[in-house]
T-cell receptor, first 111, second 114 residues
């Protein structure tokens, strides 16, 4: 089945700096890669997703890149703000249509 | 309903008792997932239902765990003879049949086994 690895597990950046979180997946047939943000005590919520027919997608300060050949995808947050502090999960949907999540990255944006 | 609804929000049970957790997916969503999240940890896959297909039960940690989905809508996750290590937040998510679409999460059930 699909295996998703996520790095780093924790990330601390200063306000205004950029943050990058990386994920790799194992199923070459995977074609959907969402990113979820989970604030403390709340449910995970989708912030951006990318499909396998594109290499990059951007939404304001958030962007995701996908390298199908290398089977990895990354989340980029620019001009980080304190409200970006949360746990971020990547995921991949493979041939079995099951959504498999990475282990999460705890992002701390410091003033 | 407007979103995925889970009940109860919180459940405290004694070790050895059985519990049932309920998930009401978004109307029309044929895919339904259960995940478990221990404190400060990631999303552990438990089980996946897709339409009338046989569920993917590969994530269930032991035979004390089971789940069913009646009429392709509401799902219940049952944990028999609960143990303290079962304490966690149990999250349900649903999505449409189209593969490349967002999965929406419920607010979760916080289970505490004492």
């Amino acid at each position: 089945g699909e295996n998703v690895e996520q790095h780093p597990s924790t990330l601390s950046v200063q306000e205004g700096d950029s943050a990058v979180i990386k994920c790799t997946y194992s199923d070459s047939a995977s074609n959907y890669f969402p990113w979820y943000k989970q604030e403390l005590g709340k449910r995970p919520q989708l912030i951006i997703d990318i499909r396998s027919n594109v290499g990059e997608k951007k939404d304001q300060r958030i962007a995701v890149t996908l390298n199908k050949t290398a089977k990895h995808f990354s989340l980029h947050i620019t001009e980080t703000q304190p409200e970006d502090s949360a746990v971020y999960f990547c995921a991949a949907r493979g041939t079995a249509s099951k959504l498999t999540f990475g282990t999460g990255t705890r992002l701390q944006v410091t003033l | 309903g407007a979103g995925v609804s889970q009940s109860p929000s919180n459940k405290v049970t004694e070790k050895g008792k059985d519990v049932e957790l309920r998930c009401d997916p978004i109307s029309g969503h044929t895919a339904l997932y259960w995940y478990r999240q221990s404190l400060g940890q990631g999303l552990e896959f438990l089980i996946y239902f897709q339409g009338n297909s046989a569920p993917d039960k590969s994530g269930l940690p032991s035979d004390r765990f089971s789940a069913e989905r009646t009429g392709g809508s509401v799902s219940t996750l049952t944990i028999q003879r609960t143990q303290q290590e079962d304490s966690a937040v149990y999250l349900c998510a649903s999505s449409t049949t189209t593969m490349n679409t967002e999965a929406f999460f419920g607010q979760g059930t916080r289970l505490t086994v004492v």
